[in-house]
């Protein structure tokens, strides 16, 4: 997927030590993509190098071109998220 970055999400992912290249496979092969507050988010889990296995969420505006990534975040809580992915 073409994407650009909104300042917020690059910051995010400095902050918060997640690679660009894992945001790419995530928006490029989302294991899932849900609706939030106006935005898809994409979704995928990725094994830390503790070996533990985290969610990404990538929110993204896909109404402009390039799609543009408003926020991205990891979580350890995989069960919460997908329950509310097949809640919708």
Same mark, same amino acid.
């Given at each position: ?23 790419? #496979?995530?928006?490029? &092969?989302?294991? =899932?993509? $849900? @609706? ?8 995928? %889990? ?8 985290? #969610?990404?969420?990538? &929110?993204?505006? =896909?109404? $402009? @071109? ?8 990891? %979580? ?13």
């Amino acid at each position: 997927m073409k994407f650009i970055l909104s300042r917020y999400a690059q910051e995010e992912l400095s902050k918060r030590n997640i690679p660009l290249q894992i945001l790419e #496979l995530i928006l490029d &092969y989302p294991e =899932d993509i $849900v @609706e939030e507050d106006g935005l898809k988010v994409y979704q995928g %889990t990725f094994t830390a190098n503790n070996n533990k296995k985290y #969610l990404v969420r990538a &929110y993204v505006n =896909d109404l $402009v @071109e390039p799609n543009k990534v408003v926020t991205v975040y990891f %979580t350890s809580k995989l069960n919460k998220y997908r329950r509310l992915s097949n809640e919708s």
